[in-house]
């Protein structure tokens, strides 16, 4: 009489993230439900109502065998494209004071020449 192994199933590897934590990540595509997907480590997790390009700072709530779902806790990119694009305008602004200085030397001068 032959005796079968039983199989068991195959460990998988530990998951990179847990259930309760908080991650900054980049929703890279859009699943088929319409939820946003970005990946930690690999590891699929979907995130309601976001779409490609947002990043957001999620909370993940369930993990499965092979994703994970998450929640939105705060946009990330808002407060740093605020930062951005406020330095270019100051940029922009040091620019044109300077351009209107020199300007007005160069129209000093010409008035300093005429005399």
């Known amino acids: 009489m032959r005796y079968e192994r039983r199989r068991f199933a195959q460990r998988l590897p530990p998951k990179p993230v847990e259930?309760?934590?908080?991650?900054?990540?980049?929703?890279?595509?859009?699943?088929?439900?319409?939820?946003?997907i970005a990946?930690?480590?690999g590891l699929v997790t979907f995130v309601p109502n976001t779409k490609p390009g947002d990043h957001v700072r999620i909370?993940?709530?369930r993990i499965s065998?092979?994703?994970?779902?998450?929640e939105v806790v705060s946009e990330v990119e808002a407060e740093e494209e605020t930062a951005e694009v406020v330095s270019e305008v100051e940029a922009e602004e040091e620019t044109a004071?300077?351009?209107?200085?020199a300007?007005?030397?160069?129209e000093t001068e010409e008035e300093g020449e005429a005399q």
């Open 39 to 41: 990946r930690i480590k």
């Open 59 to 61: 909370k993940i709530t």
């Open 103 to 106: 300007k007005d030397e160069e």
């Open 19 to 36: 259930i309760g934590k908080e991650y900054d990540v980049e929703i890279q595509e859009t699943s088929r439900r319409g939820e946003g």
């Open 65 to 70: 065998q092979r994703f994970a779902e998450a």
């Open 97 to 101: 004071e300077v351009v209107e200085v």
